[in-house]
DNA sequence: GGCGCATGCTCAG
DNA sequence: TGAGCCTGCGCCC
């Protein structure tokens, strides 16, 4: 499930697998290899994400970013490495040389997988909005972009160089949690809104940090839809509306709806979250 | 066991 | 706008 929660866990794990300690790198698919050589045998210092991108920091002014795609996975774990199953992009390794316990971690069916410098690093970097699982973030960036356009928060809330991190689930879980239709221009939002929309997704992020999967439904929120909800309705189910379409929304009963925008498929409740009608009429 | 789809993004055209 | 990445899951035999 790779939104900003998983590669930030992804991050946790490898730092505390592998931080500090002497790896080997290797490509047993081939297509990471020559890169691999270049810091096989050297330092891991750290792993970090960003939004979607992990980097995993060696000496040397050598950082390995990671975009996991849709479907790419990079699994860590403890023990001694067996025969690698799979497309394995990447494979690190700790043989437990270092008198710590042996782990290895193997990349598979990433989109992105490269070798880059600091000065690369910080290029990227830039392109990014905020990430609302760091500190540091700073969310009116995003919104001095939403708040000058026209395209629909549905929309501007999947850009990542609008926020960083956000995916198709938070996406449609932190609409329906504030009531916004997703087709609403950027524009037409009020800053309190958007600013509540951005706490409540610095909340939902670190759960899904804390329990290691997306779960909307059992995080409360002041003033949002969720302090309404009874609880025994969701039956369980951790969200309110993703990939809901056809079944009925656990507040209102409604339909929940699902249309495809901006390529992705967005899911919505059309009673919870009215359509938006601005001023002028139309 | 096979099929289609999926939490993402890039690049060709 | 569509293909590619080439994994994993749920669903249907």
Known sequence: MPEGHTLFRLASSISAHFAGRVVSASSPQGRFAESAALIDGTLLETAESYGKHLFVDFEGDRQVHVHLGLYGKFAVQDGV????RGQVRLRLVADGSDERPPAYGDLRGATACELMTRDQQRLLLDRLGPDPL????DWTRAWATVHRSRAPIGALLMDQKVLAGVGNVYRAEVLFRHRVDPLRPGSSLRQGTFEQMWHDLVALMADGVRRGRIDTVHVPVEEALVGRVPQADTDGHPVYVYRRAGEACFVCGSTVRTEVLVGRNLF?????????RSRAGR
């Open 81 to 84: 490495a067996e025969d690698p």
């Open 268 to 276: 919505w409740c059309p009673r919870c979250q009215p359509r938006f």
């Open 134 to 137: 760091r500190p540091d973030a």
